[in-house]
Antibody
Framework: QVQLQESGPGLVKPSQTLSLTCTVS??????????WSWIRQHPGKGLEWIGY???????YYNPSLKSRVTISVDTSKNQFSLKLSSVTAADTAVYYC????????????WGQGTLVTVSS | QSALTQPASVSGSPGQSITISCTGT?????????VSWYQQHPGKAPKLMIY???KRPSGVSNRFSGSKSGNTASLTISGLQAEDEADYYC?????????FGGGTKLTVL
């Protein structure tokens, strides 16, 4: 059973960089056929796809966030990471990591989510 | 890419059926048979309920079904149960690539 777990600071100051890591267990990031994604949910709001990375390192980002987002992968640790720069209060959200099975193009496994608050 | 349009809320009594609509455009829902639906209980992560418009992952009840016509996808839940009370989100691969709906709160009366 694949499991994903987010980790990182729960509080980030405005203008700084938000950094989160997703640790994958029960499966290898290096096995092809999956995109490793980040999705966020503003408090009381809907879901917003942020971007994904393939094990090879190729990435694709939401155009609305592209200028501030970097997703990277560390296959040796079976982890992938999110960096979001120049954060504001509007970036306060629950951040989820999730796996996309490219055979179905759906998000089949999710982490539990982690709340990141942007505040001074 | 604009969010897909869902009703804010729907409700039904136990045993009844309800349908949640998800309206997109010819660039997303209308172009791809890659609509998925997610169930989210309060404080929990979303769970995949339907993929590729109408297919169910292993373990998902056959009370959940999906369909699509033109730019609108639909999720139908039959034989409503108290445990179905949750938020439901549609999602479409859109080439840019994914866009979600705003979510629908299902209340089981």
């Amino acid at each position: 059973q694949v499991q994903l777990q987010e980790s990182g600071p729960g509080l980030v100051k405005p203008s700084q960089t938000l950094s989160l890591t997703c640790t994958v267990s029960g499966g290898s990031i290096s096995s092809g056929g999956y995109y490793w994604s980040w999705i966020r949910q503003h408090p009381g709001k809907g879901l917003e796809w942020i971007g994904y990375i393939y094990y090879s390192g190729s990435t694709y980002y939401n155009p609305s966030l592209k200028s501030r987002v970097t997703i990277s992968v560390d296959t040796s640790k079976n982890q992938f990471s999110l960096k979001l720069s120049s954060v504001t209060a509007a970036d306060t959200a629950v951040y989820y990591c999730a796996r996309v099975d490219t055979a179905i193009m759906g998000f089949d496994y999710w982490g539990q989510g982690t709340l990141v608050t942007v505040s001074s | 890419q604009s969010a897909l349009t869902q009703p804010a809320s729907v409700s039904g009594s136990p045993g009844q059926s309800i349908t949640i609509s998800c309206t997109g455009t010819s660039s997303d829902v209308g172009s791809y048979n890659l609509v998925s639906w997610y169930q989210q209980h309060p404080g929990k992560a979303p769970k995949l309920m339907i993929y590729e418009v109408s297919k169910r992952p292993s373990g998902v009840s056959n009370r959940f079904s999906g369909s699509k016509s033109g730019n609108t996808a639909s999720l139908t839940i039959s034989g409503l149960q108290a445990e179905d009370e949750a938020d439901y989100y549609c999602c479409s691969y859109a080439g840019s690539p994914w866009v979600f709906g705003g979510g629908t709160k299902l209340t089981v009366l």
